[in-house]
């Protein structure tokens, strides 16, 4: 199980959610305005109603918009997160590769070859002795 990393790969989701949460509830408030803002003028409580509708409508407005922008965000973030996952990956193969790399050089650096003509010890990969300069 990995850690919780609140920057990482799946943080993009809940900025979608929340973008999804706002625009239904800027809906949901537009509907109530658009319900309210329609009270007949000869009652006493429709200056309160149209009070309330446009209330509703500002609040409704700023949702939708506040949802919009926090779902274009979500897939700024998710961009992001991908790009960093790739960089990580990256990363991790070129430490492979050094790792590896480091490995062989230790193999080749311990493993000797005797000379039978003059019995030096040279690396496995020389060709030629290092002494006495024979084919190996």
């Given amino acids: 199980m990995q850690p919780y990393d609140p920057?990482?790969?799946?943080?993009?989701?809940?900025?979608?959610v929340?973008?999804?949460f706002s625009i239904g509830s800027g809906i949901f408030a537009l509907a109530i305005s658009a319900s309210t803002s329609n009270s007949d003028p000869t009652d006493p409580f429709s200056q309160i109603d149209n009070e309330a509708a446009r209330n509703f409508g500002i609040f409704g407005a700023v949702f939708l918009i506040v949802g919009i922008v926090m779902i274009i965000l979500s897939f700024v973030v998710k961009?992001?997160?991908e790009k960093r996952e790739e960089m990580e990956a990256q990363a991790a193969e070129q430490a492979h590769q050094r790792e590896v790399q480091e490995i062989a050089l230790a193999v080749k650096s311990t493993v000797?070859?005797?000379?039978?003509?003059?019995?030096?010890l040279n690396d496995?990969?020389?060709?030629k002795c290092e002494s006495c300069g024979a084919t190996l």
């Avoid at 920057?7 to 979608?16: A, D, E, I, N, P």
């Avoid at 000797?112 to 030096?120: A, D, I, S, W």
Wanted: charged residues 20%.
């Fill in 112 to 120: 000797k070859v005797r000379c039978r003509y003059c019995g030096t």
């Fill in 18 to 20: 929340f973008g999804i």
């Fill in 7 to 16: 920057y990482g790969r799946r943080s993009w989701v809940g900025v979608l």
């Fill in 79 to 81: 961009a992001n997160a």
């Fill in 124 to 127: 496995e990969v020389s060709s």
